[in-house]
């Protein structure tokens, strides 16, 4: 059965940061790019990240360039996002998803159950 499992979600102040992880199970991992998403209350969902599986190519929002960084780990079956100097208007429940192709082409088969971050202080 496919999975895939978000954590390292939490509270934390303005500035500060967090890793959140998106390990996956029960299909070959590399499959499919990796894209983190995030929706807050009252707002639509909206993409942050992609990491491709064929090159490891990314891409970001710009509203978390230069703040977040996306990365895999095949072996270990894990997407990470590091997450800095982070704002209160990060805050947002944060979802990964596998895309259908290797790149970041948009079209997500599966997805996770997400991990609530909270900026506050």
């Known amino acids: 059965q496919l999975q895939l499992v978000e954590s390292g979600g939490g509270l934390v102040q303005p500035g500060g940061s967090l890793r959140l992880s998106c390990a996956a199970s029960?299909?070959?991992?590399?499959?499919?790019?990796i894209g983190w998403f995030r929706q807050a209350p009252g707002k639509e969902r909206e993409g942050v990240s992609c990491?491709?599986?064929?090159?490891?190519?990314?891409n970001y929002a710009d509203s978390v360039k230069g703040r977040f960084t996306i990365s895999r780990d095949n072996a270990k079956n894990t997407v990470y996002l590091q997450m800095n100097s982070l704002k209160p208007e990060d805050t947002a429940v944060y979802y990964c998803a596998v895309d259908h192709f290797r790149w970041c082409s948009g079209q997500w088969d599966y997805w996770g159950q997400g991990t609530q971050v909270t900026v506050s202080s």
């Open positions: 029960g299909f070959t991992f590399d499959r499919g790019a």
């Open positions: 990491i491709s599986s064929s090159r490891g190519s990314t």
